[in-house]
């Protein structure tokens, strides 16, 4: 069974200070990790992804995850917010054998605010 | 943009009815997932199609359907339409290689659903 679980439902940081959306995850299989942002009214958009390569993983508009096994964890990390990455940002878990559906779980979605 | 194209953007429909959405993929794509997402929540995984046949389910019922064409658009049929049914339906494409469950997804804008 394979699940993900976003910690936190609701995160405010000021304009320029580090941002930090927590994402811990289950699964049987090696997993596919991946964060993607709603904007309102828009689609899903892709940040970054993790596939067994590098465990430390940069994405799109200064986004990084890293992927830690000990700890189940992707957190996703900017070093400083910007005004427009207030969006709904949500984890994302995919895995099992090849022959099977692919299994993809979302989390329940971090909506990040950023303070003037 | 992603080029994933679904119509229509808003629909309006009465318990019992049917319904059927649309999706464009984006060209050269060969997979489409469907999701639903409610309001406040992530997406759910509705079911995957991968050169036509369903390539994986999630846990829907029988009344929510779909169809992938040889140009690898899609529709997703939901019958029988109950109030709890009221969603924003995203359709997301990928390229898919051997069933890999690793490709980036790349999601429609979604066609919001309600149910009266």
């Known amino acids: 069974a394979q699940s993900v679980t976003q910690l936190d439902s609701h995160v405010s940081v000021s304009e320029g200070t580090p941002v930090l959306l927590r994402c811990n995850y289950s699964?049987?299989?090696?997993?596919?990790l991946f964060w993607y942002v709603q904007h309102p009214n828009k689609g899903l958009q892709l940040l970054l992804k993790y596939t067994s390569a590098a465990t430390l993983v940069k994405g799109i508009n200064g986004f990084e995850a890293e992927f830690k096994k000990s700890e189940t964890s992707f957190h996703l990390t900017k070093p400083s917010a910007h005004m427009s990455d207030a969006a709904e940002y949500f984890c994302?878990?995919?895995?099992?054998?090849?022959?099977?559906?692919?299994?993809?779980?979302f989390g329940s979605g971090t909506r990040l605010s950023i303070r003037p | 943009e992603t080029g994933v194209t679904q119509s229509p953007t808003h629909l309006i429909k009465t318990r019992g009815q049917q319904v059927t959405l649309r999706c464009s993929s984006q060209?050269?794509?060969?997979?489409v997932s469907w999701y639903q997402q409610a309001l406040g929540q992530g997406p759910q995984f509705i079911f995957q199609?991968?050169?036509?046949?369903?390539?994986g389910r999630g846990n829907f019922p029988p009344r929510f359907s779909g169809l992938q064409f040889p140009n690898y658009s899609s529709e997703l049929n939901v019958n029988a339409l109950e109030l709890d049914d009221s969603a924003l339906y995203l359709c997301?494409?990928?390229?898919?290689?051997?069933?890999?469950?690793?490709?980036?997804?790349?999601f429609g804008a979604g066609t919001r659903l309600s149910v009266l």
């Open positions: 199609y991968y050169r036509e046949e369903e390539n």
């Open positions: 699964s049987s299989y090696s997993p596919s």
């Open positions: 060209s050269g794509h060969n997979t």
């Open positions: 994302v878990v995919s895995s099992g054998p090849y022959s099977s559906a692919s299994k993809i779980i």
């Open positions: 997301a494409s990928s390229s898919l290689k051997d069933r890999e469950v690793k490709n980036i997804q790349y």
